[in-house]
Structure formats: C-alpha cells, structure tokens
C-alpha cells in the first residue's frame, strides 16, 4: 500500500495560472518535504515542515508556497506558474528523531505549463 | 552549498556485468544514502550509511561510507534487467535538513 501518496500524477495548467498539489502520508511522519526535479536532474528541495515549523531553501522563488493543515497532508502552490516551472514535483516524509534521512518519495506528481 | 558529483553520469552495460558508481563531496556528510528511480516514479531508498568506513549490502547490492567522509560508493553484482533506472546518491549533514542529492547515475543494460 503506498504510504506517501501525490495527486494528480499528471496535471496541466496555463502559464499564469495558480495550481494546487496535493500529499498526503499514512506514516503519521513529523517532517514532509517538496523537491523539485526537473527532467534528468537530480531532485531538488524547495522547503520542508518539521511538524508546523515551515523552512523555506533560501533558493525557493516566492512563486512557491506550501501549507501543513494537519499531520497528514501537505500542498505545493504554485502562484503563477511559468514554463520554467514544469518538472517533477516529489513529497518526501521522514520520521525525525534519528532517521531523519530516511525519506519515503511519493510517486511525484507531474506538471507541465502550456 | 553543499555540492556531490556523481560518476559515471551513465553506464552501459551487458547482462550480467557488475557495476560500480560513486558519489564525492566537498563537504562532510553524517549520513549517505543510495536511492533508485524508475521513471515515472519516486526514488526508492536502497540502502543507507551512518558511519564512516561502514560497508552495507543489500543483496546484489554494496555500498560504502568513505573514511572521509566525503564520498560514498555502490557496487551492482550480476546485473539484472530490472536493475536499469537512475541511480541518485544523497547526503544529509544532519538534522532536518533535506538531502543533498547527486545528479544521478543513468543505468542501461543490454541483453
């Protein structure tokens, strides 16, 4: 049973317009993070929540936001997408403590801007 | 910040054949760790490594933490069809920090 789950795997949007997506964990995990990857690059981190602390990549653009409503969930917003922004986009989960470098991948949710 | 170089960027190889990649770094990591992706899909940790000079297998898997800390190999034993994919190694300095990935090792093998 997946335990990191992404939806939708695929979703196109316009350029400019706001785009929402989602994660969800059934491994009640204290730290969940968004990557970025783009095609045969490696995965690259935007921000993560340990618990309802968010921390932000210095390198994060603002166009980049994400909200932790609860243990469970968390979402990627992406304001105004532009090209540049189409990529792989990965949730990852880790249990903290001492194997916070444990990270559960989702299936990553796909975006391209048109 | 913190940087990793991964070699080779791609490898092709026979079935059959044993494959071996590495990861190097300007920066000291805690922890290494060796993921696999299909494409498509998220990477899946294949094994990790916590101390330095540790050496872990995972059944035709091997991989180590150098001794400096700073670079991290993985062998692949007898190369099977289900073995291609992209194979990223990733450091974590420690804390909560996210992993620092490498750019990823592209593995095709010819039957």
């Known amino acids: 049973d997946a335990m990191v789950i992404q939806n939708p795997r695929y979703q196109v949007t316009q350029f400019g317009k706001p785009v929402t997506l989602s994660c969800s964990q059934t491994l009640n995990h204290n730290v969940m993070y968004w990557y970025q990857q783009k095609s045969s690059q490696a995965p690259k981190l935007l921000f993560h929540?340990?618990?309802?602390?968010?921390?932000n990549e210095a390198d994060t653009p603002d166009n980049f936001q994400s909200r932790r409503p609860n243990t469970s969930f968390c979402f990627l917003d992406i304001r105004s997408p532009g090209l540049g922004d189409a990529a792989m986009y990965l949730c990852?989960?880790?249990?903290?403590?001492?194997?916070?470098?444990?990270?559960?991948f989702g299936s990553g949710t796909q975006l391209s801007v048109l | 910040g913190q940087q990793l170089n991964q070699s080779p960027q791609s490898m092709f190889i026979q079935e059959g054949e044993d494959v071996s990649m590495n990861c190097t770094s300007s920066?000291?990591?805690?922890?290494w760790l060796w993921y696999k992706q299909d494409p498509g899909e998220g990477p899946v940790l294949l094994i990790a490594?916590?101390?330095?000079?540790e050496l872990t297998s995972n059944g035709r898997l091997t991989a180590q933490f150098g001794i400096t800390r700073k670079d991290s190999f993985l062998n692949i034993s007898a190369s099977i069809p289900s073995d291609v994919g992209i194979y990223f190694c990733?450091?974590?300095?420690?804390?909560?920090?996210?992993?620092?990935f490498g750019k990823g090792t592209h593995l095709i093998i010819q039957p």
């Open positions: 929540y340990y618990d309802k602390d968010f921390n």
């Open positions: 990733a450091g974590q300095g420690g804390g909560a920090d996210g992993l620092t």
């Open positions: 990852a989960t880790s249990s903290g403590g001492r194997s916070f470098e444990k990270l559960f």
């Open positions: 490594l916590y101390k330095a000079g």
């Open positions: 920066s000291i990591f805690n922890t």
